[in-house]
């Protein structure tokens, strides 16, 4: 039997909560969604208010045993994660293992990322039998080699990821 992934979800009162939970649930996922409505008045917080939230996700991933935590940022652009544990990832350590997952269930094919990006990615890639395509550090380099030949995924190591498949970058 396939163990069904559970997650919790923070929607951060984003449009994405429009689109994301049917995603999730053709996906077979079990999702426990926060903030899942949109509210014009929270599409700009203050640091403070976005952290609190990111905290609180995470708490919350932990105490229900989750699999994983997500946090969309208000515009639905980025992606923060916790582990099973509640614990924060890094965005180093989110892009690795968005990587790992990627090249895991789609197989070998292309990630993009910034040359800054540690070469960690590399070294997946060669535990994935995938390939490491090195951009330019802005955010139009990395969508344009989104639009690469056999590019599975994008990342820019700061909570930016683009799936060209899902999402087309162009």
Not at 20 to 25: A, D, E, K, N, S
Not at 96 to 101: D, F
Not at 142 to 170: C, E, N, W
């Given at each position: 039997r396939e163990a069904k992934l559970r997650i919790v979800s923070d929607y951060a009162y984003s449009?994405?909560?429009?689109?994301?939970?049917?995603?999730?649930?053709?996906?077979?996922?079990e999702a426990i969604s926060l903030s899942a409505n949109i509210n014009e008045s929270k599409m700009a917080v203050q640091e403070a208010e976005f952290e609190k939230a990111l905290w609180d996700m995470a708490l919350i991933t932990g105490a229900l045993e989750a699999d994983l935590g997500l946090r969309f940022d208000v515009g639905g652009e980025k992606l923060?994660?916790?582990?099973?544990?509640?614990k924060i990832l890094s965005n180093g350590v989110a892009l690795?293992?968005?990587?790992?997952?990627t090249w895991e269930t789609m197989g070998p094919g292309v990630i993009a990322v910034p040359v800054q990006v540690s070469h960690i990615i590399?070294?997946?890639?060669?535990?994935?039998?995938?390939?490491?395509r090195r951009t330019k550090t802005d955010i139009?380099?990395?969508?344009?080699?989104?639009?690469?030949?056999?590019?599975?995924?994008?990342?820019?190591?700061?909570?930016?990821?683009?799936?060209?498949?899902?999402?087309?970058?162009?």
């Open positions: 449009p994405v909560v429009e689109l994301m939970p049917g995603i999730l649930t053709a996906l077979g996922v923060f994660l916790a582990d099973n544990r509640g690795a293992v968005m990587a790992a997952l590399e070294k997946l890639a060669q535990r994935y039998g995938g390939q490491v139009s380099s990395l969508m344009d080699a989104a639009r690469g030949k056999d590019v599975l995924m994008a990342g820019d190591g700061t909570g930016y990821f683009i799936f060209p498949h899902f999402q087309p970058a162009s």
